[in-house]
């Protein structure tokens, strides 16, 4: 148990469908982040939230759409999506974004498959 | 970006321990090294984290040389769950924002065989 939640575990969706991806942190943590990873690829990382803001987006297409209500809740909203986003989906959170010693607590992802 | 070099794949025994070496040439003076492991379908887990020289928890070793160009992991007596990618991450710093972000590479998959 990392103290990361995400939900839902697996989801499978049709490129017309809309979804959402959640994940919550029980760690008093200020930074959350989405990462992407796909079969045999590197983790890569799509969103980061420090105190609730925005301050990366790794050049993601606009069907993502995250959100982040507060310090403990992240969002991705998912609509029309194409098969190449199936991927497992992380979530991770930290104390502070941007320090040195900065450590990820990670959950265990959302396997996602589109069809 | 800053950017790490590890070997793709390691195979081992129960019992032997095993070294992972990463090399990262562009580390900047305030990086931390970091290593993360993870299981299929799981996200990464942090083992360890260090500066320089040495660092010893109840996981694993960090040895890291005075130019901190590279890095070794060491596991000392590894087991079948052992069994993981892992994967060593420098600070990499976006723009003038001070923001740092950790980039994954493709890591080492470890086999541990009876």
């Given at each position: 148990e990392t103290g990361v939640t995400q939900t839902p575990r697996h989801l499978v969706m049709g490129m017309t469908n809309k979804k959402s991806l959640k994940c919550e942190q029980h760690l008093g943590?200020?930074?959350?982040?989405?990462?992407?990873?796909?079969?045999?690829?590197?983790?890569?990382?799509?969103?980061?939230?420090?105190?609730?803001?925005?301050?990366?987006?790794?050049?993601?297409?606009?069907?993502?759409?995250p959100e982040c209500p507060n310090?403990?809740?992240?969002?991705?909203?998912l609509h029309t999506l194409q098969p190449e986003d199936s991927a497992l989906y992380l979530c991770a959170s930290s104390a502070l974004s941007g320090t040195v010693n900065e450590k990820l607590f990670f959950g265990s992802g959302t396997q996602l498959s589109v069809l | 970006l800053a950017k790490t070099t590890q070997p793709i794949s390691m195979d081992s025994y129960e019992g032997q321990e095993v070294n992972i070496t990463c090399?990262?040439?562009?580390?900047?003076?305030?990086?931390?090294?970091?290593?993360?492991?993870?299981?299929?379908?799981?996200?990464?887990?942090?083992?360890?984290?260090?500066?320089?020289?040495?660092?010893?928890?109840?996981?694993?070793?960090?040895?890291?040389?005075?130019?901190?160009?590279?890095?070794?992991?060491?596991?000392?007596?590894?087991?079948?769950?052992?069994?993981?990618?892992?994967?060593?991450?420098?600070?990499?710093?976006?723009?003038?924002?001070g923001f740092q972000k950790l980039v994954f590479g493709t890591g080492t998959r470890l086999l541990v065989s009876p």
């Amino acid at each position: 148990e990392t103290g990361v939640t995400q939900t839902p575990r697996h989801l499978v969706m049709g490129m017309t469908n809309k979804k959402s991806l959640k994940c919550e942190q029980h760690l008093g943590h200020n930074a959350m982040y989405w990462y992407k990873q796909s079969a045999k690829k590197p983790l890569e990382l799509m969103f980061v939230y420090n105190f609730k803001e925005q301050t990366e987006n790794n050049s993601v297409p606009s069907r993502f759409s995250p959100e982040c209500p507060n310090s403990s809740h992240l969002f991705l909203h998912l609509h029309t999506l194409q098969p190449e986003d199936s991927a497992l989906y992380l979530c991770a959170s930290s104390a502070l974004s941007g320090t040195v010693n900065e450590k990820l607590f990670f959950g265990s992802g959302t396997q996602l498959s589109v069809l | 970006l800053a950017k790490t070099t590890q070997p793709i794949s390691m195979d081992s025994y129960e019992g032997q321990e095993v070294n992972i070496t990463c090399s990262h040439n562009n580390i900047a003076t305030n990086d931390y090294i970091t290593w993360y492991q993870q299981f299929p379908s799981q996200g990464p887990r942090f083992i360890i984290q260090g500066y320089k020289t040495k660092v010893t928890n109840e996981v694993a070793s960090l040895f890291i040389p005075a130019d901190r160009k590279s890095s070794t992991l060491s596991l000392p007596r590894v087991s079948l769950s052992d069994t993981a990618v892992y994967y060593c991450l420098v600070g990499d710093k976006v723009g003038n924002t001070g923001f740092q972000k950790l980039v994954f590479g493709t890591g080492t998959r470890l086999l541990v065989s009876p």
